[in-house]
């Protein structure tokens, strides 16, 4: 009986110690159904050529911080379990980590932001505002302003007019070389290009008024587009090499053109003056009329203390209307809109004839417009609170950045058949909000 | 000039409740036998299996158990290369009974006090998941006094009363960002309470094929006066207001259980339940504020639950006057839908494996132990309104024992 008692127990205790060692041990597992694989393509060295987007530029500014969650540095990070190598971007020093400076969010009253330009760990080497060099060999080629016509500059002086362009050469190079002689020679083996919205946006964001002698402000013509980008891609894929393109965002899609609007300026109005009638804006035709929310008004009107201000309030009697280059009045709006469903077709239709992949920002930004929900996220196209865009309105925050790089990363995988893994989108912040009220 | 929105920030729902939350540990020899045993006048558990069958008990008896459980869940996004896994926190599902009546007499009263739904999950403040959930401790603990009696030598039916005490603590992450870049959080925290019944009929053919007829009622607990904290950055606290409240209503499902008891010699019997869990009751979840802001609505979330099931087999083998051997399998249907799976309940059909043995040192004291073992499939699933994109992997995981005294 005693035996017996003893090996009951000793049973009972093996039961015991055996199911908490199993429970312990045992992890679920999650299968990848597709494996690890670079697919048709090769990722070893990655060059990513765009302008502003493609840098990291954010809060009207380019900083440290926005560098390194540029989408390139993103999509170059997954790259590297599927064969990627290392990714070099012209990153600003630590202790000059603000690089030209940014807005930041100090304060939110009753909804009203109040943005304030960051000033301390500037990096600017001289008066003249010349930003720091970087000699090093760079992969991410992004530069903020640069345009698919200005990738060309006959005159290369554009080198030397654009400080983030001029910082990345030589002195020898300053004003002897243009974009599209720069990115050329780096013997990579796949590329990423996100350029042409600021040969419509630099026109658009100047209230479609094109300023004489500013390269920066025009138009470029379709045609020339075309040809222009196509002799982009003959440069990008000479080698053979495999890559992708982007599409150009609606200017619409983006806050700096949808947040100021004129029915929320009339009614700003009539709160304080009930005889508030209309809002008046001048056209690009020079024709006075009242404003409807299909005319854009840019976001910094916002904080210009011109509204309603002067014995004949600024924007509210027609002999006082807001000036043309405030206004992307809804003529230019389609006009604007012909040009980037223009430039689009000409980008995928080269694109699809050199069997690159593309990442259709255009369509990606327009559902981003309406809302999405990623990962437990709401991100939508609205100033400050719709997560995606930084505080200049037209610029991703590192949360809108790590959205963008899983639409390139899905591109991408979809075309050539690779695995690249996505970003996970809850690491990367939206607009930061001042702690104090 | 234009109002800043956060309403997206809380349109997402806050917690949902799942097969995953029935937690069906409520008596180590029915746990033995994957939760068969409805049909069986085993022991004092029958309280909760079937009030029907108490009546047949042979003695009077008190017993208390708990299964420490491991909620083993993992989650990978859809495109993703990393694997996440809950931290490993040890949820205490507990059953304490008490039955007594006169010897020889047709009547016997029960008490029960166990945890019929409960879950402790913890992916922790960074996982990517978190802007859905970050934690949620749920515990329902049921009260039921119950009354059995044996109408004839071969028929008992029994039914008690139930009080359901309800515990939550659910928190997520809110996608605002400190100047630090880290992220807002919500609390919710509350205690509610709810009524039911729990009702059985326990019949014994002529051949000893034992039969049973169980219906757990429905139990909507209602919290009220819940906190609800906010941690968000000072300039949004006037659309988070400090000091708020909430109140909820937690629909917990009805059970109906058709069981049969099936002795195959003296020392073996087999047992068969098969559950049906009226889960479509619950149809949205609705969160009431008490202050509420543009930014702080209430919310209402559908769930659109089905109805979910279960079929559970088991053996008792008394090996010996002393030693008893239990084993069991089943399967459970999920109720939730595709497009509603969340990482509170990442829930989805799953496979039942248990094993148990019962030790009776003397003729008043006994000692049962069993292991339970649930192998939830792998699901792929978007949540239709959080956006979660990824595959969830469950296994659950408890061992359990209990001592009984009986007279």
């Known amino acids: 009986m005693v035996g017996e008692f003893k090996m009951k127990k000793y049973i009972l205790n093996s039961f015991i110690a055996a199911a908490i060692l199993f429970a312990a041990a045992c992890k679920p597992e999650i299968e990848t159904p597709a494996g690890t694989t670079a697919g048709q393509a090769n990722f070893s060295k990655y060059i990513a050529v765009g302008n502003s987007l493609t840098s990291g530029y954010a809060d009207g500014g380019l900083y440290l911080e926005g560098q390194k969650v540029a989408y390139p540095n993103l999509i170059a990070a997954k790259m590297s379990s599927v064969g990627g190598g290392a990714f070099t971007s012209p990153f600003f020093n630590e202790d000059r980590s603000n690089g030209s400076g940014y807005l930041s969010l100090s304060a939110l009253v009753n909804g009203s932001p109040t943005l304030t330009q960051v000033t301390d760990k500037l990096a600017y080497r001289d008066a003249a505002k010349h930003l720091d060099k970087y000699s090093s060999e760079i992969q991410n080629l992004g530069i903020p302003g640069m345009r698919v016509d200005l990738s060309f500059d006959p005159t290369l002086t554009f080198s030397a007019a654009n400080p983030f362009f001029e910082r990345l050469l030589t002195d020898a190079q300053v004003g002897k070389t243009n974009y599209f002689q720069y990115i050329q020679g780096r013997n990579h083996t796949f590329f990423s290009i996100w350029l042409g919205n600021n040969d419509v946006l630099g026109y658009a964001l100047n209230g479609a008024v094109t300023v004489p002698g500013d390269p920066t402000t025009v138009l470029t013509d379709k045609v020339t587009f075309s040809s222009l980008y196509a002799n982009l891609l003959n440069a990008l894929t000479a ?35 009930p005889a508030a009638q209309a809002v008046f804006i001048q056209t690009g035709t020079g024709a006075v009329r009242v404003a409807t929310d299909e005319d854009l008004i840019r976001l910094p009107f916002q904080s210009a203390g011109l509204f309603g201000q002067g014995t004949i309030p600024y ?15 809804k003529d230019e709006v389609i006009k604007v809109k012909d040009y980037v469903n223009s430039y689009n077709s000409s980008i995928k239709s080269i694109a699809t004839s050199k069997g690159l992949a593309i990442a259709d920002t255009y369509a990606y930004f327009n559902q981003v417009k309406a809302g999405v929900v990623v990962q437990g996220i709401g991100i939508n196209a609205a100033f400050i609170s719709g997560g995606a865009f930084s505080l200049d309105g037209i610029h991703l925050t590192p949360r809108g950045n790590a959205v963008i790089a899983n639409v390139f990363i899905d591109a991408i995988n979809a075309k050539y058949g690779s695995t690249i893994p996505t970003v996970d989108v809850t690491q990367y912040r939206g607009v930061k909000f001042p702690d104090s009220k | 000039m234009k109002k800043i929105l956060l309403s997206v920030l809380l349109s997402a729902p806050l917690w949902v409740l799942g097969q995953g939350f029935q937690v069906n540990l409520q008596g180590q020899k029915q746990i033995g ?60 599902p507990f059953e304490f009974y008490a039955v007594w009546g006169p010897k020889s007499n047709k009547w016997k009263l029960g008490l029960g006090v166990y945890t019929p739904f409960g879950g402790l999950v913890d992916w922790g403040n960074d996982w990517s998941g978190r802007y859905a959930l970050t934690s949620l401790n749920l515990k329902a603990i049921y009260f039921q006094p119950t009354l059995s009696i044996k109408i004839t030598d071969r028929i008992g039916i029994g039914a008690g009363f139930v009080y359901n005490h309800g515990d939550v603590n659910l928190q997520r992450a809110l996608p605002v960002n400190f100047p630090d870049g880290r992220s807002g959080h919500a609390t919710l925290e509350g205690t509610g309470k709810g009524y039911g019944w729990n009702a059985g009929l326990y019949i014994k053919t002529l051949s000893n094929i ?54 195959l010699s003296q020392s073996t019997t087999l047992a068969f339940d098969a559950s049906w869990v009226q889960w479509h009751i619950y149809q949205d979840l609705s969160f009431d504020y008490a202050s509420n802001t543009p930014a702080l609505a209430d919310t209402k979330s559908a769930r659109n639950y089905r109805d979910g099931s279960s079929f559970k087999l088991g053996i008792n083998h008394q090996a010996s006057e002393k030693l008893a051997l239990r ?17 509170e309940a990442p829930d989805a059909d799953r496979y039942i494996l248990s094993a148990g043995l019962g030790y009776t040192p003397t003729r008043h004291f006994e000692v049962n132990a069993s292991f339970f073992f649930e192998d939830v499939k792998s699901r792929k699933q978007r949540n239709i309104e959080t956006g979660l994109d990824g595959t969830f992997k469950t296994l659950v995981y408890a061992p359990g024992i209990s001592l009984t005294y009986k007279w």
């Open chain 2, 327 to 343: 084993a069991g399998v089943g399967y459970a249907l999920s109720p939730v839908q595709d497009g509603y799976v969340t990482p």
């Open chain 1, 315 to 329: 924007g509210l009697h027609p002999l006082n209307p807001i000036a043309n280059s405030w206004v992307l009045d």
């Open chain 1, 239 to 273: 080698g053979g090499q495999k890559g992708i393109v982007a599409t150009i965002p609606d200017v619409t899609a983006i806050p700096y053109f949808n947040t100021v609007k004129p029915s929320l300026l009339l009614a700003a109005a009539k709160a304080s003056n």
């Open chain 2, 33 to 92: 036998m994957a939760g068969a045993g409805s049909a069986l006048a085993l022991d004092e558990a029958s309280v909760f299996y079937n009030p029907g069958a108490v009546s047949f008990l042979e003695k009077n008896s008190v017993s208390a158990g708990v299964n420490p459980l491991l909620f083993k869940s993992a989650f990978k996004q859809t495109g993703s290369n990393v694997t996440e896994n809950v931290k490993n926190k040890i949820a205490p």
């Open chain 2, 210 to 263: 034992s039969f049973a007829l169980v219906h757990k009622s429905k139990v909507i607990t209602k919290l009220d006066n819940g906190t609800a904290e906010f941690d968000v950055p000072g300039s949004l606290r006037s659309s988070f207001p400090a000091g708020n409240t909430f109140s909820a209503e937690l629909p917990l499902p009805s059970t109906t259980s058709l069981g049969v008891g099936i002795p």
